[in-house]
């Protein structure tokens, strides 16, 4: 029987074996961390991370052929084919600090890899890393392989979070990259051989590994650059009096832009496109590339000033000012259908708005309020490391209060942000929320998810990204 290893029983780690598990009955799957509280979350009824679809495929494999261990070095050494997804942070001090990836983790984990290993193994890079990462990998576990072959390879995982399940059944393709020796090639059709289970073999792209390590930041960065170049879009459509949605479905049509990822929003967010595009400008400037490093940046800047200009148009809509004001603040993940908070954009609204001293209330259905005060204390990139690293609770702070329901946090707040797409917020009582807030009310949507027409109509002033302005908005222009 094969035997897989995961190390990182993370959003990857245990959404990607869960799969493999349930597809392969002949492989028996062991996921592997550090953090005891997360293995026994994924052996428990309350999985550690939300994600529609996760709990069935779980349910049906563990215990039979997917196990979740703390016991690290048993199972790498008894496994044929070792996964590797930890955390690959940005470097928050030192050489490439704010931008460089930190491998860390990753160094560790090669190096426990090496000294429990008793047999020839296949070391797959799940986590994201910069190019040339398998080099150095192969380097740690070679100088201390007492003789075992190790084969590297480097194989991306393209999932997004809330779609997770539906994208590993139904990957647009599944990147394998490898040596091109006869032993890196023998490796390749081995791991290609599990993903044949379900992947059609046309879906399989096989490439060098650095190929692979490349493609998997190019693919993030020009995803997150179509966002970027949609908000900056709708910047211009809110000074011009165009729809940023009409644009957006005009621009989609042409079949060499396609329509996806094309929604104006508050900014992108989550663990992956800004730790992503950093990393790849650091390589850049590593590689003497400073042009196509600048290029890059500007995703990044755009995206920051995207959040910023939302702050700014609450506050000056406001008469110029929220200190003391509630603001009720609905959808803190940084999309719908994921409980995730890392990199959502939320933190940087929230930031803003509290140092213009509102009182905000917080909702969202799938974050608690021990998060998002952790969250909004944290410094910029410290949430990237594993539980028990992470800076202890800090005191929470006076001005958030974290409620559950929309219409708990929208009672008698003179504004409301809306901030992730949750599909609940589309179909509340805005009547009812009107009703209850102080006049004039206000609506910002992040996300354009509410129907303004019918908002104004209720007496709301509304702000939705990208879309001409209410009057009341013109007369109180936004610093960007
Ligand atoms: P995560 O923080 O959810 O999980 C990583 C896990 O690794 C943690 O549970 C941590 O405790 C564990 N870990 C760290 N060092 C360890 C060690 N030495 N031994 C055992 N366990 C260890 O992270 P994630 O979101 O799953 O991301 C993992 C990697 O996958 C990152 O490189 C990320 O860029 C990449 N990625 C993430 C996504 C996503 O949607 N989240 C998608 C594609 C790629
Ligand atoms: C993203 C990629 O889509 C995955 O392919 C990749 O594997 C993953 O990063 C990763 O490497 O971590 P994810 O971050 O989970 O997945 O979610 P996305 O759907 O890409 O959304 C990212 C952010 O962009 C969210 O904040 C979302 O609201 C925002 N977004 C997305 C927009 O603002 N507009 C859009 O049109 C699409």
């Known amino acids: 029987m094969v035997k897989i290893c995961c190390i990182g029983a993370g959003y990857v780690g245990g959404p990607t074996m869960a799969v493999i ?47 979740f261990s703390t016991d690290v070095e048993k199972h790498v050494s008894e496994a044929d084919i070792v996964f590797v997804s930890v955390n690959t942070p940005t470097k928050t001090q030192g050489l490439g600090a704010g931008k460089a990836a930190d491998l860390t983790y990753w160094e560790s984990a090669a190096r426990m890899i090496a000294d429990v290993s008793k047999s020839n193994k296949i070391v797959v890079e799940k986590s994201t890393v910069p190019v040339k990462t398998a080099e150095a990998i192969e380097k740690i576990l070679t100088h201390n392989s007492k003789g075992i072959d190790f084969q590297i390879l480097s194989n991306p995982e393209f999932l997004a979070e809330g779609t997770a399940i539906q994208d590993l059944f139904n990957p647009d393709r599944v990147l394998i990259g490898g040596r091109e020796t006869p032993e890196g090639q023998k490796a390749i059709a081995a791991l290609r051989d599990v993903y044949a289970h379900w992947v059609p073999v046309d879906r399989i792209i096989c490439s060098n590994l ?50 996806k990822f094309l929604n104006a929003s508050v900014g992108f967010g989550g663990s992956c496109f800004q730790k992503d595009i950093l990393n790849l400008v650091y390589i850049c400037e590593c590689n003497g590339l400073p042009e196509v490093a600048n290029y890059w940046k500007q995703v ?72 998002i005060q952790r969250d909004l204390a944290m410094k910029k990139f410290d949430w990237d490391h594993p539980v028990h690293l992470q800076p202890m609770s800090p005191t929470s702070i006076k001005q958030v209060n974290v409620v559950w329901d929309a219409y708990a946090a929208t009672k008698d707040a003179h504004g409301v942000c809306i901030l992730t797409e949750w599909d609940e917020f589309k179909t509340l009582d805005y009547q009812r929320i009107y009703n209850n807030m102080r006049k004039p009310a206000f609506i910002f949507d992040g996300r354009n998810v509410v129907d303004e027409a019918k908002l104004r109509a209720i007496g709301f002033i509304v702000y939705s990204i990208g879309k001409p302005l209410d009057q009341w908005l013109k007369d109180m222009p936004a610093v960007a």
């Open 21 to 67: 598990a349930l597809k392969c009955p002949e492989i028996e799957v062991a996921v592997v961390d550090i953090s005891v509280s997360r293995i026994t979350a994924w052996n428990s009824d309350a999985l550690p991370i939300y994600e529609p679809g996760l709990d069935e495929v779980v349910k049906k494999c563990r215990g039979k052929n997917l196990f």
């Open 210 to 259: 650095w190929s692979a390590e490349l493609s998997k930041l190019a693919a993030n960065a020009f995803l997150a650059q179509r966002i970027s170049s949609v908000n900056a879009m709708s910047a211009l459509c809110e000074a011009t009096g165009a729809d940023v949605s009409q644009v957006a479905h005009a621009v989609g049509k042409d079949t060499r832009i396609g329509p």
């Open 300 to 371: 990044i800047k755009i995206n920051d000033y995207q959040k910023t200009r939302f702050v700014n148009r609450i506050v000056s809509s406001m008469f110029n000012t929220v200190s003391g004001k509630k603001i009720a603040i609905l959808g803190f993940a940084f999309k719908k259908d994921t409980g995730d908070t890392r990199e959502t954009p939320a933190i940087d609204v929230c930031k803003g708005l509290l140092g213009d001293k509102a009182l905000l209330s917080i909702y969202d259905p799938q974050v608690n309020e021990e998060q």
